[in-house]
Protein backbone atom coordinates (compact mmCIF):
# COMPACT_ATOMS: atom_id res chain seq x y z
CA UNK A 1 0.00 0.00 0.00
CA UNK A 2 1.21 3.49 -0.86
CA UNK A 3 2.48 5.50 2.44
CA UNK A 4 -0.23 7.34 3.66
CA UNK A 5 1.98 10.71 4.49
CA UNK A 6 2.78 10.80 0.66
CA UNK A 7 -1.04 10.66 0.29
CA UNK A 8 -2.07 13.56 2.73
CA UNK A 9 0.94 15.85 1.09
CA UNK A 10 -0.32 15.62 -2.49
CA UNK A 11 -3.76 15.62 -1.12
CA UNK A 12 -3.12 18.85 0.55
CA UNK A 13 -1.36 20.15 -2.50
CA UNK A 14 -4.19 19.90 -4.76
CA UNK A 15 -6.62 21.00 -2.53
CA UNK A 16 -4.13 24.25 -2.07
CA UNK A 17 -4.07 24.40 -6.05
CA UNK A 18 -7.87 23.84 -6.59
CA UNK A 19 -8.77 26.57 -4.13
CA UNK A 20 -5.88 29.08 -5.23
CA UNK A 21 -7.36 28.70 -9.04
CA UNK A 22 -11.10 29.00 -7.80
CA UNK A 23 -11.39 32.92 -7.65
CA UNK A 24 -15.21 32.51 -6.18
CA UNK A 25 -13.05 31.34 -2.83
CA UNK A 26 -9.67 32.56 -3.12
CA UNK A 27 -11.10 36.32 -3.54
CA UNK A 28 -14.08 36.02 -1.32
CA UNK A 29 -10.99 34.71 1.57
CA UNK A 30 -8.44 36.73 0.97
CA UNK A 31 -10.07 40.12 -0.41
CA UNK A 32 -13.57 40.17 1.25
CA UNK A 33 -12.10 40.35 4.74
CA UNK A 34 -10.00 43.46 3.54
CA UNK A 35 -12.38 45.36 2.04
CA UNK A 36 -14.63 45.18 4.94
CA UNK A 37 -12.23 46.32 7.18
CA UNK A 38 -11.75 49.50 4.72
CA UNK A 39 -15.04 50.29 5.15
CA UNK A 40 -15.51 49.57 8.73
CA UNK A 41 -12.38 49.26 10.46
CA UNK A 42 -10.29 52.31 8.61
CA UNK A 43 -12.10 54.88 9.84
CA UNK A 44 -11.84 54.24 13.32
CA UNK A 45 -8.39 52.73 13.17
CA UNK A 46 -7.63 55.65 14.88
CA UNK A 47 -9.50 55.74 18.17
CA UNK A 48 -9.20 54.27 21.44
CA UNK A 49 -11.03 52.09 23.34
CA UNK A 50 -12.20 53.23 26.80
CA UNK A 51 -9.50 51.21 28.54
CA UNK A 52 -7.07 52.55 26.15
CA UNK A 53 -6.71 49.67 23.55
CA UNK A 54 -6.35 50.94 19.98
CA UNK A 55 -9.75 50.63 18.05
CA UNK A 56 -7.90 49.75 14.85
CA UNK A 57 -6.02 46.73 16.46
CA UNK A 58 -9.49 45.52 17.92
CA UNK A 59 -10.97 45.97 14.80
CA UNK A 60 -8.31 44.17 13.34
CA UNK A 61 -8.64 41.01 15.45
CA UNK A 62 -12.30 41.42 14.72
CA UNK A 63 -12.27 41.02 11.17
CA UNK A 64 -9.40 38.51 11.42
CA UNK A 65 -11.70 36.62 13.53
CA UNK A 66 -14.62 36.46 10.39
CA UNK A 67 -11.78 35.87 8.07
CA UNK A 68 -10.93 32.55 9.51
CA UNK A 69 -14.47 31.72 10.18
CA UNK A 70 -15.34 32.38 6.95
CA UNK A 71 -12.60 30.19 4.96
CA UNK A 72 -13.76 27.44 7.06
CA UNK A 73 -17.41 27.68 6.27
CA UNK A 74 -17.50 28.98 2.82
CA UNK A 75 -14.13 27.24 1.71
CA UNK A 76 -14.78 23.89 3.36
CA UNK A 77 -17.94 23.93 3.40
CA UNK A 78 -19.26 25.22 -0.18
CA UNK A 79 -16.34 23.63 -1.77
CA UNK A 80 -17.46 20.00 -0.17
CA UNK A 81 -21.14 20.83 -1.40
CA UNK A 82 -19.60 21.36 -5.05
CA UNK A 83 -17.66 18.64 -4.70
CA UNK A 84 -20.70 16.30 -3.65
CA UNK A 85 -22.51 17.82 -6.70
CA UNK A 86 -19.97 17.02 -9.32
CA UNK A 87 -19.85 13.28 -7.84
CA UNK A 88 -16.21 13.98 -7.22
CA UNK A 89 -16.52 11.69 -4.06
CA UNK A 90 -17.95 8.91 -5.79
CA UNK A 91 -14.64 8.44 -7.64
CA UNK A 92 -12.46 9.16 -4.72
CA UNK A 93 -14.37 6.41 -3.10
CA UNK A 94 -13.42 4.05 -4.91
CA UNK A 95 -9.38 4.83 -4.83
CA UNK A 96 -7.47 3.47 -1.65
CA UNK A 97 -7.34 6.79 -0.53
CA UNK A 98 -8.81 6.78 3.10
CA UNK A 99 -11.69 9.51 3.27
CA UNK A 100 -9.85 10.26 6.80
CA UNK A 101 -6.86 11.20 4.55
CA UNK A 102 -9.00 13.38 1.94
CA UNK A 103 -10.40 15.49 5.08
CA UNK A 104 -7.14 15.64 6.88
CA UNK A 105 -6.37 17.35 3.87
CA UNK A 106 -9.23 19.74 3.13
CA UNK A 107 -8.62 20.83 6.92
CA UNK A 108 -4.85 21.37 6.69
CA UNK A 109 -5.99 23.51 3.23
CA UNK A 110 -8.57 25.56 5.19
CA UNK A 111 -6.23 26.50 7.79
CA UNK A 112 -3.17 27.05 5.49
CA UNK A 113 -5.69 29.75 3.55
CA UNK A 114 -6.70 31.10 7.11
CA UNK A 115 -3.19 32.03 7.60
CA UNK A 116 -2.98 33.76 4.55
CA UNK A 117 -6.05 35.44 4.90
CA UNK A 118 -5.09 36.54 8.21
CA UNK A 119 -1.57 37.68 7.44
CA UNK A 120 -2.79 39.89 4.56
CA UNK A 121 -5.61 41.62 6.33
CA UNK A 122 -3.03 42.77 9.80
CA UNK A 123 -0.50 43.81 7.00
CA UNK A 124 -3.01 45.66 5.60
CA UNK A 125 -4.26 47.14 8.65
CA UNK A 126 -0.40 47.60 9.62
CA UNK A 127 0.34 49.48 6.16
CA UNK A 128 -2.93 51.56 5.42
CA UNK A 129 -4.55 51.62 8.63
CA UNK A 130 -1.36 52.43 10.75
CA UNK A 131 -2.21 50.02 13.24
CA UNK A 132 0.68 48.85 15.43
CA UNK A 133 1.25 46.16 17.75
CA UNK A 134 3.95 44.13 18.66
CA UNK A 135 4.73 41.18 16.42
CA UNK A 136 3.84 38.96 19.74
CA UNK A 137 0.85 40.04 19.53
CA UNK A 138 -0.08 39.62 15.71
CA UNK A 139 1.52 35.66 16.17
CA UNK A 140 -0.77 35.45 19.20
CA UNK A 141 -4.06 36.18 17.22
CA UNK A 142 -3.00 33.85 14.75
CA UNK A 143 -2.06 31.14 16.90
CA UNK A 144 -5.59 31.48 18.69
CA UNK A 145 -7.70 32.09 16.05
CA UNK A 146 -6.26 29.16 13.83
CA UNK A 147 -6.22 26.54 17.12
CA UNK A 148 -10.16 28.23 18.23
CA UNK A 149 -11.09 27.22 14.45
CA UNK A 150 -12.61 23.96 15.23
CA UNK A 151 -16.00 24.79 15.42
CA UNK A 152 -16.55 26.65 12.34
CA UNK A 153 -14.50 23.75 10.63
CA UNK A 154 -17.30 21.41 11.82
CA UNK A 155 -19.94 24.32 10.65
CA UNK A 156 -18.59 23.90 7.63
CA UNK A 157 -18.68 20.33 7.02
CA UNK A 158 -21.85 20.47 8.38
CA UNK A 159 -23.18 22.77 5.95
CA UNK A 160 -21.06 20.74 3.45
CA UNK A 161 -22.85 17.82 3.90
CA UNK A 162 -26.36 18.66 4.91
CA UNK A 163 -26.75 20.60 1.27
CA UNK A 164 -26.44 20.45 -2.23
CA UNK A 165 -24.16 22.58 -4.29
CA UNK A 166 -26.83 25.07 -5.05
CA UNK A 167 -28.40 25.64 -1.17
CA UNK A 168 -24.39 25.86 0.04
CA UNK A 169 -23.66 29.10 -0.52
CA UNK A 170 -27.34 30.34 0.49
CA UNK A 171 -27.29 28.53 3.64
CA UNK A 172 -23.68 29.40 4.14
CA UNK A 173 -24.44 33.24 3.93
CA UNK A 174 -27.77 32.92 6.10
CA UNK A 175 -25.81 31.54 8.62
CA UNK A 176 -22.36 32.71 9.06
CA UNK A 177 -23.11 36.63 8.38
CA UNK A 178 -25.84 37.39 10.51
CA UNK A 179 -23.67 34.93 13.08
CA UNK A 180 -20.41 37.39 12.80
CA UNK A 181 -22.84 40.45 12.77
CA UNK A 182 -24.23 39.31 16.05
CA UNK A 183 -21.24 38.72 17.42
CA UNK A 184 -19.54 42.11 17.12
CA UNK A 185 -16.80 40.96 14.83
CA UNK A 186 -18.34 43.78 11.99
CA UNK A 187 -18.61 46.82 14.49
CA UNK A 188 -18.26 46.75 18.45
CA UNK A 189 -20.84 44.85 20.14
CA UNK A 190 -21.58 48.00 22.56
CA UNK A 191 -22.52 49.91 19.44
CA UNK A 192 -25.40 47.47 18.09
CA UNK A 193 -28.95 47.26 18.86
CA UNK A 194 -29.67 46.06 22.33
CA UNK A 195 -31.55 42.63 21.36
CA UNK A 196 -28.16 41.63 19.29
CA UNK A 197 -25.75 42.62 22.79
CA UNK A 198 -28.19 40.20 25.16
CA UNK A 199 -27.71 37.17 22.45
CA UNK A 200 -24.34 37.82 21.62
CA UNK A 201 -23.01 35.60 24.24
CA UNK A 202 -24.79 33.01 23.29
CA UNK A 203 -23.25 32.61 19.85
CA UNK A 204 -19.86 30.54 18.85
CA UNK A 205 -18.20 33.48 16.78
CA UNK A 206 -18.84 36.06 19.71
CA UNK A 207 -16.77 33.31 21.52
CA UNK A 208 -13.94 32.86 18.78
CA UNK A 209 -13.97 36.92 18.69
CA UNK A 210 -12.73 36.75 22.29
CA UNK A 211 -9.89 35.06 21.73
CA UNK A 212 -8.60 37.71 19.18
CA UNK A 213 -9.56 40.50 21.15
CA UNK A 214 -8.25 39.43 24.70
CA UNK A 215 -5.17 39.11 22.38
CA UNK A 216 -4.84 42.75 21.80
CA UNK A 217 -5.60 43.66 25.32
CA UNK A 218 -9.31 44.82 24.83
CA UNK A 219 -11.69 44.00 27.93
CA UNK A 220 -12.76 40.10 27.47
CA UNK A 221 -14.34 36.98 29.08
CA UNK A 222 -11.53 34.34 30.69
CA UNK A 223 -10.02 32.34 28.38
CA UNK A 224 -11.12 29.33 29.93
CA UNK A 225 -14.88 30.13 29.15
CA UNK A 226 -14.13 31.12 25.58
CA UNK A 227 -12.25 27.55 25.44
CA UNK A 228 -15.50 25.89 26.87
CA UNK A 229 -18.05 27.69 25.05
CA UNK A 230 -16.31 26.49 21.42
CA UNK A 231 -15.46 23.32 22.81
CA UNK A 232 -19.12 22.75 23.12
CA UNK A 233 -20.02 24.45 19.56
CA UNK A 234 -17.80 22.04 17.57
CA UNK A 235 -19.75 18.97 19.99
CA UNK A 236 -22.56 20.24 18.83
CA UNK A 237 -21.52 21.11 15.05
CA UNK A 238 -19.90 17.41 14.59
CA UNK A 239 -22.74 16.19 16.28
CA UNK A 240 -25.22 17.25 13.13
CA UNK A 241 -22.05 17.00 10.62
CA UNK A 242 -21.93 13.13 11.63
CA UNK A 243 -25.97 12.86 11.35
CA UNK A 244 -25.71 14.26 8.12
CA UNK A 245 -22.74 13.00 6.83
CA UNK A 246 -24.16 9.45 7.85
CA UNK A 247 -27.23 10.17 6.23
CA UNK A 248 -25.57 11.04 2.81
CA UNK A 249 -23.08 7.78 2.90
CA UNK A 250 -26.22 5.52 3.48
CA UNK A 251 -27.95 7.09 0.30
CA UNK A 252 -24.53 7.20 -1.46
CA UNK A 253 -22.74 3.96 -0.18
CA UNK A 254 -24.63 1.71 1.09
CA UNK B 1 -5.08 6.03 -26.83
CA UNK B 2 -1.43 4.75 -28.06
CA UNK B 3 -0.80 1.09 -28.48
CA UNK B 4 2.58 2.36 -28.86
CA UNK B 5 3.45 1.95 -24.86
CA UNK B 6 2.80 -1.24 -22.99
CA UNK B 7 2.40 -1.35 -19.42
CA UNK B 8 5.22 -3.71 -17.00
CA UNK B 9 3.72 -6.80 -16.94
CA UNK B 10 1.16 -7.35 -13.81
CA UNK B 11 1.67 -9.05 -10.48
CA UNK B 12 4.60 -11.24 -9.56
CA UNK B 13 4.97 -8.96 -6.67
CA UNK B 14 1.90 -10.88 -5.77
CA UNK B 15 1.41 -14.47 -5.19
CA UNK B 16 -1.19 -16.09 -8.42
CA UNK B 17 -3.30 -16.78 -5.45
CA UNK B 18 -6.84 -17.08 -5.83
CA UNK B 19 -9.64 -15.41 -7.55
CA UNK B 20 -9.46 -11.73 -8.29
CA UNK B 21 -13.23 -11.22 -7.63
CA UNK B 22 -16.24 -13.29 -6.29
CA UNK B 23 -19.72 -13.04 -5.87
CA UNK B 24 -21.37 -15.76 -4.21
CA UNK B 25 -25.05 -15.07 -4.07
CA UNK B 26 -24.89 -11.79 -4.10
CA UNK B 27 -28.05 -9.51 -3.76
CA UNK B 28 -28.69 -6.22 -4.02
CA UNK B 29 -32.08 -4.21 -2.92
CA UNK B 30 -32.69 -0.62 -3.34
CA UNK B 31 -36.22 -0.21 -1.25
CA UNK B 32 -38.15 -2.17 -3.25
CA UNK B 33 -36.16 -2.53 -5.78
CA UNK B 34 -34.40 -5.78 -6.55
CA UNK B 35 -31.55 -4.66 -8.85
CA UNK B 36 -29.54 -8.00 -8.16
CA UNK B 37 -30.91 -11.20 -7.46
CA UNK B 38 -28.18 -13.82 -6.32
CA UNK B 39 -25.41 -13.31 -8.82
CA UNK B 40 -22.38 -16.15 -8.34
CA UNK B 41 -19.47 -15.30 -10.56
CA UNK B 42 -15.69 -15.69 -10.00
CA UNK B 43 -13.12 -13.85 -12.24
CA UNK B 44 -9.41 -15.43 -12.39
CA UNK B 45 -6.22 -13.39 -12.97
CA UNK B 46 -5.87 -12.20 -16.34
CA UNK B 47 -9.70 -12.65 -17.49
CA UNK B 48 -10.97 -9.92 -19.42
CA UNK B 49 -15.01 -9.77 -18.86
CA UNK B 50 -17.64 -7.83 -20.59
CA UNK B 51 -20.61 -7.33 -17.94
CA UNK B 52 -22.97 -7.20 -20.82
CA UNK B 53 -27.19 -5.92 -20.74
CA UNK B 54 -29.71 -3.48 -21.15
CA UNK B 55 -29.83 -0.39 -18.69
CA UNK B 56 -30.92 -0.80 -15.65
CA UNK B 57 -29.79 -4.93 -15.47
CA UNK B 58 -27.57 -4.85 -12.70
CA UNK B 59 -24.57 -3.84 -14.23
CA UNK B 60 -23.55 -0.97 -12.44
CA UNK B 61 -24.56 -2.64 -9.12
CA UNK B 62 -22.15 -5.90 -10.05
CA UNK B 63 -19.30 -3.46 -10.20
CA UNK B 64 -20.25 -1.12 -7.70
CA UNK B 65 -20.21 -4.34 -5.11
CA UNK B 66 -17.05 -5.76 -6.71
CA UNK B 67 -15.46 -2.17 -5.70
CA UNK B 68 -17.14 -2.05 -2.16
CA UNK B 69 -18.96 1.62 -3.22
CA UNK B 70 -22.50 -0.67 -2.46
CA UNK B 71 -23.05 -3.43 0.04
CA UNK B 72 -24.69 -6.34 -0.80
CA UNK B 73 -28.33 -6.88 1.21
CA UNK B 74 -27.60 -10.59 1.15
CA UNK B 75 -24.47 -13.02 0.04
CA UNK B 76 -20.61 -12.39 0.11
CA UNK B 77 -18.21 -10.43 -2.07
CA UNK B 78 -14.73 -10.48 -2.50
CA UNK B 79 -11.91 -8.53 -4.03
CA UNK B 80 -8.38 -10.37 -4.06
CA UNK B 81 -10.38 -12.59 -1.31
CA UNK B 82 -10.64 -9.40 1.04
CA UNK B 83 -13.59 -7.40 1.90
CA UNK B 84 -13.74 -4.68 -1.47
CA UNK B 85 -13.19 -1.55 0.59
CA UNK B 86 -10.07 -2.94 2.24
CA UNK B 87 -7.30 -0.38 1.19
CA UNK B 88 -4.89 -3.64 -0.01
CA UNK B 89 -7.66 -4.64 -2.13
CA UNK B 90 -8.43 -1.17 -3.47
CA UNK B 91 -4.69 -0.67 -3.84
CA UNK B 92 -4.90 -3.21 -6.74
CA UNK B 93 -7.66 -1.62 -8.39
CA UNK B 94 -8.10 0.60 -11.07
CA UNK B 95 -11.62 2.11 -11.58
CA UNK B 96 -12.88 3.76 -14.67
CA UNK B 97 -17.11 4.71 -13.33
CA UNK B 98 -19.71 6.10 -15.54
CA UNK B 99 -21.22 9.07 -13.54
CA UNK B 100 -18.40 10.46 -11.62
CA UNK B 101 -16.99 13.88 -12.02
CA UNK B 102 -13.47 15.47 -10.81
CA UNK B 103 -12.05 18.59 -10.47
CA UNK B 104 -11.58 21.10 -13.16
CA UNK B 105 -9.19 23.27 -11.84
CA UNK B 106 -6.07 20.77 -12.29
CA UNK B 107 -4.53 20.14 -15.47
CA UNK B 108 -4.57 16.59 -16.66
CA UNK B 109 -0.56 15.83 -15.46
CA UNK B 110 -1.67 17.15 -12.01
CA UNK B 111 -4.52 14.81 -11.88
CA UNK B 112 -2.56 12.29 -12.69
CA UNK B 113 0.24 12.77 -10.35
CA UNK B 114 -2.01 12.96 -7.72
CA UNK B 115 -3.72 9.60 -8.09
CA UNK B 116 -0.47 7.77 -8.56
CA UNK B 117 -0.01 9.05 -4.93
CA UNK B 118 -2.69 6.69 -3.75
CA UNK B 119 -0.89 3.49 -5.17
CA UNK B 120 1.92 1.68 -4.15
CA UNK B 121 3.64 1.12 -7.23
CA UNK B 122 2.53 3.40 -9.91
CA UNK B 123 3.01 4.17 -13.61
CA UNK B 124 5.12 7.31 -14.40
CA UNK B 125 3.14 10.21 -15.20
CA UNK B 126 3.71 10.30 -18.63
CA UNK B 127 3.25 6.64 -19.32
CA UNK B 128 0.00 6.71 -18.59
CA UNK B 129 -0.99 9.83 -20.07
CA UNK B 130 0.55 8.34 -23.72
CA UNK B 131 -1.01 5.24 -22.89
CA UNK B 132 -4.60 7.06 -22.37
CA UNK B 133 -3.29 9.66 -25.78
CA UNK B 134 -3.68 12.49 -23.78
CA UNK B 135 -0.19 13.56 -24.50
CA UNK B 136 -1.57 16.91 -26.36
CA UNK B 137 -3.47 17.85 -23.23
CA UNK B 138 -1.13 17.45 -20.39
CA UNK B 139 -0.95 20.94 -19.66
CA UNK B 140 -4.67 21.32 -19.99
CA UNK B 141 -6.64 22.05 -17.35
CA UNK B 142 -9.46 19.11 -17.10
CA UNK B 143 -12.84 21.71 -17.51
CA UNK B 144 -11.12 22.53 -20.78
CA UNK B 145 -11.54 18.71 -21.95
CA UNK B 146 -14.09 17.66 -24.52
CA UNK B 147 -16.45 14.64 -23.70
CA UNK B 148 -14.06 12.25 -25.06
CA UNK B 149 -10.95 13.49 -23.99
CA UNK B 150 -12.17 13.36 -20.54
CA UNK B 151 -13.28 9.64 -21.28
CA UNK B 152 -9.82 9.45 -21.62
CA UNK B 153 -8.44 11.28 -18.50
CA UNK B 154 -10.80 8.87 -16.64
CA UNK B 155 -9.37 6.07 -18.37
CA UNK B 156 -5.64 7.53 -17.43
CA UNK B 157 -6.97 7.73 -13.77
CA UNK B 158 -7.90 3.81 -13.63
CA UNK B 159 -4.80 2.64 -15.10
CA UNK B 160 -2.16 5.12 -13.59
CA UNK B 161 -1.64 3.09 -10.28
CA UNK B 162 -0.40 0.05 -12.41
CA UNK B 163 -3.02 -2.45 -10.99
CA UNK B 164 -3.91 -6.08 -11.13
CA UNK B 165 -7.55 -5.27 -12.51
CA UNK B 166 -9.40 -2.55 -13.87
CA UNK B 167 -13.29 -2.05 -13.34
CA UNK B 168 -14.76 -0.31 -16.27
CA UNK B 169 -17.86 1.32 -16.19
CA UNK B 170 -19.46 1.49 -19.60
CA UNK B 171 -16.09 2.80 -21.00
CA UNK B 172 -16.82 3.50 -24.45
CA UNK B 173 -20.12 5.82 -23.32
CA UNK B 174 -19.54 9.20 -25.39
CA UNK B 175 -16.30 8.06 -27.42
CA UNK B 176 -16.34 8.69 -31.23
CA UNK B 177 -14.64 6.21 -32.96
CA UNK B 178 -11.30 7.02 -32.94
CA UNK B 179 -11.21 7.53 -29.57
CA UNK B 180 -12.81 3.94 -29.17
CA UNK B 181 -10.39 2.59 -31.51
CA UNK B 182 -7.49 3.85 -29.20
CA UNK B 183 -8.84 2.49 -26.06
CA UNK B 184 -9.61 -1.18 -28.06
CA UNK B 185 -6.01 -0.66 -28.65
CA UNK B 186 -5.00 0.22 -25.39
CA UNK B 187 -6.94 -2.03 -23.17
CA UNK B 188 -5.60 -4.84 -25.56
CA UNK B 189 -2.00 -4.00 -24.54
CA UNK B 190 -2.88 -3.91 -20.63
CA UNK B 191 -4.54 -7.54 -21.03
CA UNK B 192 -1.35 -8.95 -22.89
CA UNK B 193 0.23 -7.56 -19.57
CA UNK B 194 -2.25 -9.58 -17.81
CA UNK B 195 -4.15 -7.42 -16.39
CA UNK B 196 -7.16 -8.43 -15.02
CA UNK B 197 -9.99 -6.18 -16.92
CA UNK B 198 -13.93 -6.31 -15.59
CA UNK B 199 -16.24 -3.83 -17.95
CA UNK B 200 -19.78 -3.02 -18.97
CA UNK B 201 -21.02 -2.36 -22.19
CA UNK B 202 -24.95 -2.49 -23.16
CA UNK B 203 -23.01 -2.81 -26.88
CA UNK B 204 -22.67 -6.37 -27.64
CA UNK B 205 -19.34 -4.80 -30.38
CA UNK B 206 -17.65 -3.86 -27.19
CA UNK B 207 -18.30 -7.29 -25.60
CA UNK B 208 -17.22 -9.40 -29.12
CA UNK B 209 -14.58 -7.50 -30.09
CA UNK B 210 -12.59 -7.46 -25.99
CA UNK B 211 -14.03 -9.81 -23.94
CA UNK B 212 -12.50 -13.25 -23.71
CA UNK B 213 -15.54 -13.96 -21.91
CA UNK B 214 -19.15 -12.20 -21.53
CA UNK B 215 -21.41 -12.14 -18.93
CA UNK B 216 -24.78 -11.43 -19.62
CA UNK B 217 -27.20 -9.64 -16.97
CA UNK B 218 -30.74 -8.64 -17.23
CA UNK B 219 -33.45 -8.20 -14.08
CA UNK B 220 -30.51 -8.52 -11.92
CA UNK B 221 -29.46 -12.12 -12.84
CA UNK B 222 -26.86 -13.37 -14.75
CA UNK B 223 -28.82 -15.02 -17.81
CA UNK B 224 -25.49 -15.93 -19.71
CA UNK B 225 -21.62 -16.51 -18.99
CA UNK B 226 -19.65 -18.01 -22.19
CA UNK B 227 -16.89 -17.15 -24.28
CA UNK B 228 -17.85 -14.35 -27.23
CA UNK B 229 -18.40 -16.97 -30.06
CA UNK B 230 -20.14 -19.22 -28.14
CA UNK B 231 -22.67 -16.80 -26.56
CA UNK B 232 -23.32 -15.72 -30.41
CA UNK B 233 -24.18 -18.82 -31.11
CA UNK B 234 -27.28 -18.67 -28.51
CA UNK B 235 -27.56 -15.42 -29.26
CA UNK B 236 -30.75 -14.98 -32.05
CA UNK B 237 -28.16 -12.52 -34.19
CA UNK B 238 -31.07 -11.64 -37.23
CA UNK B 239 -34.30 -10.28 -37.80
CA UNK B 240 -36.51 -10.92 -40.34
CA UNK B 241 -39.03 -8.52 -41.12
CA UNK B 242 -41.73 -9.25 -44.24
CA UNK B 243 -45.00 -7.71 -45.02
CA UNK B 244 -47.88 -9.98 -45.62
CA UNK B 245 -50.90 -9.76 -48.28
CA UNK B 246 -53.15 -11.30 -45.55
CA UNK B 247 -52.59 -12.32 -42.10
CA UNK B 248 -50.38 -15.72 -41.64
CA UNK B 249 -51.56 -18.43 -40.64
CA UNK B 250 -50.59 -20.37 -37.51
CA UNK B 251 -49.10 -23.07 -38.99
CA UNK B 252 -47.76 -21.33 -41.56
CA UNK B 253 -44.57 -20.99 -38.65
CA UNK B 254 -44.82 -23.88 -36.61
CA UNK B 255 -41.80 -25.56 -36.16
CA UNK B 256 -39.17 -22.66 -37.12
CA UNK B 257 -35.84 -22.03 -35.06
CA UNK B 258 -37.21 -18.43 -34.59
CA UNK B 259 -37.68 -16.16 -31.60
CA UNK B 260 -39.48 -13.09 -30.42
CA UNK B 261 -42.22 -13.10 -33.34
CA UNK B 262 -44.66 -10.62 -33.78
CA UNK B 263 -46.94 -11.05 -36.79
CA UNK B 264 -50.11 -9.41 -35.16
CA UNK B 265 -50.50 -6.83 -38.47
CA UNK B 266 -49.73 -7.25 -42.35
CA UNK B 267 -45.77 -7.10 -41.10
CA UNK B 268 -44.54 -10.06 -39.57
CA UNK B 269 -41.12 -9.61 -37.59
CA UNK B 270 -38.95 -12.08 -35.56
CA UNK B 271 -35.30 -13.23 -34.55
CA UNK B 272 -33.23 -15.95 -36.40
CA UNK B 273 -29.69 -17.79 -35.88
CA UNK B 274 -30.70 -19.36 -39.36
CA UNK B 275 -32.53 -16.63 -41.70
CA UNK B 276 -31.77 -18.48 -45.04
CA UNK B 277 -33.02 -22.28 -43.37
CA UNK B 278 -36.41 -20.05 -42.14
CA UNK B 279 -37.21 -18.49 -45.35
CA UNK B 280 -36.55 -21.29 -47.32
CA UNK B 281 -39.22 -22.97 -45.44
CA UNK B 282 -41.44 -20.08 -45.90
CA UNK B 283 -40.94 -20.14 -49.16
CA UNK B 284 -41.88 -24.40 -49.33
CA UNK B 285 -44.72 -23.26 -47.68
CA UNK B 286 -46.52 -20.97 -50.27
CA UNK B 287 -46.14 -17.79 -47.93
CA UNK B 288 -46.32 -14.33 -49.83
CA UNK B 289 -44.18 -11.78 -48.76
CA UNK B 290 -42.90 -8.66 -50.21
CA UNK B 291 -40.56 -6.04 -48.70
CA UNK B 292 -37.87 -8.74 -47.22
CA UNK B 293 -35.55 -7.22 -44.87
CA UNK B 294 -32.71 -9.51 -43.13
CA UNK B 295 -30.51 -7.24 -41.10
CA UNK B 296 -28.55 -8.01 -38.20
CA UNK B 297 -30.01 -7.94 -34.55
CA UNK B 298 -29.73 -5.46 -32.15
CA UNK B 299 -28.54 -5.85 -28.38
CA UNK B 300 -32.23 -5.51 -27.21
CA UNK B 301 -33.40 -7.96 -29.61
CA UNK B 302 -30.72 -10.51 -28.68
CA UNK B 303 -31.36 -10.43 -25.49
CA UNK B 304 -34.76 -11.04 -26.08
CA UNK B 305 -34.06 -14.03 -27.72
CA UNK B 306 -31.63 -15.50 -24.93
CA UNK B 307 -34.34 -14.19 -22.23
CA UNK B 308 -37.81 -15.84 -23.92
CA UNK B 309 -36.03 -18.29 -25.17
CA UNK B 310 -38.99 -21.04 -24.53
CA UNK B 311 -40.33 -19.83 -27.60
CA UNK B 312 -38.11 -21.33 -30.25
CA UNK B 313 -37.77 -24.38 -28.20
Known amino acids: MAPLLRMLVAQTRSEMRIRWRTPAFSLTNLVLPVLLFTFFGLPFARQTLPNGTSMGAYLLASFAAYAVGSVMVYGFGIGVAIERGMKIDLLMRATPLPPAVAILAKVLNALAFSLLSIVVLIVYGMVVGGVRQDLTVWMNIVARLLAGSLPFIALGFAIGYGSGPNAAPAFANLIYLPLSFASGLFMPLHQLPGFVQRIAPYLPSYHYGQLAWSAVGAPSEPLLSSLAWLAGYTALFLAVTALVYRREQSLKFA | ?313
Open chain 2, 1 to 313: MGDAVSPPPSVPAHPPAGPVVELIAASKRYGPVHALRGVTLTIQPGEIVAMLGPNGAGKTTSISLMLGLRQPTGGIVRLFGLPPSDRRARSRAGVMLQESGTTGVLTVCELIELFRTYYPSPLPTDQAIAMAGLADKADARVATLSGGQRQRLYFALAICGNPDVLFLDEPTAGMDVEARRAFVASTRALADAGKTIVFTTHYLKDAEELARRIVVVDQGLVIADAAPRELMSQVAAKRVSFAVPRRLPAEALAGLAIAALDASDHRVRFLTNEPEMVLRTLFHRGVEMHDLEVVGADLEEAFLSLTRRPEHA
